[in-house]
C-alpha cells in the first residue's frame, strides 16, 4: 500500500462537499421516515462523483437508498451507513447530519482509491434511526446480502473504538379494568392504575434479580380520566434492554410474568404489544475495529478511548449481526462536552473543529475500506472472526 493512497485524490474539494452537505442537512432537519431532503442531498452528491443509485418501494423505507461505486475489477464490497434523521423540535441534535457526511466522503474518497484495488463500494442511507431503525427493516429485507464489511461513524464528546451497545424491545402495556364511582362504588371497580403501578413496582423489586446489564424503564401514557373515577384503562410503554438478544428475551419474559401477577392482583385485564422489531447488540468485528483504530490515528486523531461499554441501543446492532460491523465514534465538542440530543450538542455540528473531525473520520474510515480491499488475508480474518462470533 503506498504511504499516503489519497495523494492523487483533491482532498480539499471532497471536504467542501461535506461541509456543506451537513449544513445543508442541518439546515433542514426532518424527523424519523420524512428524510426526503436529506436523501435528495445525499443522492445528489454520490451521483456527482458517480455512484449509481437504487431506491425502494418498501413500506417506511422511501427515505432510503443504496450508491453503488464499482471499479469494474474484482474486490469486496465495502459499505458505508449514513444516518440523516433529525429530533422533533431539537433537530440535528445527535449529528446526524455530520454522520451521513462522514460515510458519504468516506464513500466517496474509497471510491477515488478503488480502481487500483478492485472491488464496490456502497454507501447505503438508511432511515429512522432514532424511532424505527431502519437498518433493521433493511437487514430483514436482504438489502446486506454480498456486503462483506461494514462501517458507521457517530459524532460524541470523545474519540471511541466500536463497541458494544444493549438489544432493547419496546413494548405497550394496556390494562382494561371497570369503571366506578372513586368514593361511592369503588368496590364495584377494577382499577387499571392499581394494575399498572403493580406493574411499576415489580419492576423495581425485579432489578435486585436482574444482571446489571438489564434496563428496564417506562412511561405511563395514560393514566385515567378524574380523581373520582376509578380508572378502568391505562397505558404505558417501556423499555426492556440486555447486553444480548438472549437475556434481554429473557427479561421480557419475566416482565411479562410481572404483568400477569399484576392482572392476578386487580382483576384488570392486560394486553401486550411489542413494538417495531427487536434492536440486536451490537457486535463489534475486533480486527475490523483494531484496523479503524490504526487508521484513526493516522488521519491523525488523538485521545482514543478504548472504552467498549455503553448502554444505548442502536440499530447497527442488527447489521452486525449480518456482517461484519464497527460504529465508531468521534469526537465534535469543545471541553464543556455536552451530551447527545440536546441543542448544545447540534450546535456543535457546526464549528471548524466539527468539520476538521469529520474530515479525519471520514478518510479513517475510507482508508479502513482501502486497506481491506488491497489485502485479501486481512477480509479473511475479519470473515473468520464473523463466523465465530
Ligand atoms: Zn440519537
Ligand atoms: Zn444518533
Do not use: W
Not at 36 to 58: G, N, P, Q, W
Not at 66 to 82: C, E, H, M, N, Q
Not at 103 to 117: D, F, H, I, Q, R
Not at 305 to 321: L, P
Request: charged share 25%; aromatic share 6%; glycine share 6%.
Amino acid at each position: 500500500m503506498p504511504a499516503n493512497p489519497f495523494k492523487e485524490v483533491s482532498l480539499e474539494e471532497i471536504k467542501k462537499e461535506m461541509v456543506a452537505l451537513s449544513d445543508e442537512i442541518f439546515a433542514n432537519p426532518e424527523v424519523s421516515g420524512a428524510e426526503y431532503s436529506s436523501k435528495k442531498a445525499h443522492v445528489k452528491l454520490l451521483e456527482k462523483h458517480h455512484f449509481a443509485i437504487r431506491e425502494f418501494d418498501l413500506p417506511q423505507l422511501e427515505t432510503a437508498f443504496i450508491a453503488t461505486f464499482d471499479s469494474g475489477k474484482p474486490g469486496p464490497v465495502i459499505a458505508y451507513l449514513a444516518e440523516y434523521d433529525a429530533l422533533p423540535e431539537i433537530g440535528h441534535a445527535c449529528g446526524h447530519n455530520l454522520l451521513g457526511a462522514v460515510s458519504t466522503g468516506a464513500a466517496v474518497l474509497l471510491s477515488k482509491l478503488l480502481p487500483s484495488v478492485g472491488g464496490k463500494t456502497l454507501l447505503i442511507g438508511t432511515p429512522a434511526e432514532e424511532t424505527y431503525g431502519g437498518k433493521i427493516l433493511m437487514v430483514d429485507a436482504g438489502l446486506f446480502e454480498g456486503v462483506d464489511i461494514s462501517m458507521i461513524a457517530h459524532p460524541d464528546s470523545e474519540n471511541r473504538v466500536s463497541g458494544e451497545s444493549l438489544a432493547c424491545h419496546e413494548v405497550e402495556l394496556e390494562f382494561r379494568g371497570k369503571a366506578s364511582h372513586a368514593a361511592a362504588a369503588p368496590d364495584k371497580g377494577k382499577n387499571a392504575l392499581s394494575a399498572m403501578m403493580l406493574t411499576f413496582m415489580g419492576i423495581n423489586a425485579m432489578r435486585e434479580h436482574f444482571t446489571d446489564d438489564v434496563r428496564v424503564h417506562g412511561i405511563i401514557t395514560n393514566g385515567g380520566a378524574a380523581a373520582n373515577i376509578i380508572p378502568d384503562f391505562t397505558k404505558a410503554t417501556f423499555h426492556v434492554r440486555a447486553a444480548s438478544r438472549k437475556t434481554a428475551d429473557e427479561a421480557r419474559e419475566r416482565f411479562f410474568d410481572i404483568v400477569k401477577g399484576a392482572e392476578l392482583m386487580t382483576g384488570a385485564v392486560a394486553s401486550l404489544d411489542c413494538l417495531g422489531r427487536p434492536y440486536d447488540n451490537m457486535n463489534t468485528n475486533r480486527v475490523l475495529s483494531d484496523i479503524c483504530t490504526a487508521c484513526m490515528e493516522s488521519a491523525g486523531m488523538t485521545d482514543i478511548s478504548r472504552d467498549t461499554v455503553s448502554k444505548v441501543s442502536i440499530d447497527m446492532g442488527n447489521v452486525s449481526h449480518a456482517v461484519p460491523a464497527i460504529h465508531p465514534f468521534f469526537n465534535i465538542t469543545d471541553e464543556s462536552a455536552p451530551e447527545l440530543h440536546t441543542l448544545a450538542f447540534a450546535a456543535c455540528t457546526k464549528t471548524p473543529f466539527a468539520y476538521e473531525q469529520m474530515f479525519k473520520m471520514a478518510q479513517a474510515l475510507a482508508l479502513t475500506g482501502y486497506k481491506v480491499a488491497s489485502d485479501p488475508a486481512l477480509l479473511a480474518e475479519i470473515k473468520e472472526e464473523f463466523k465465530k462470533s
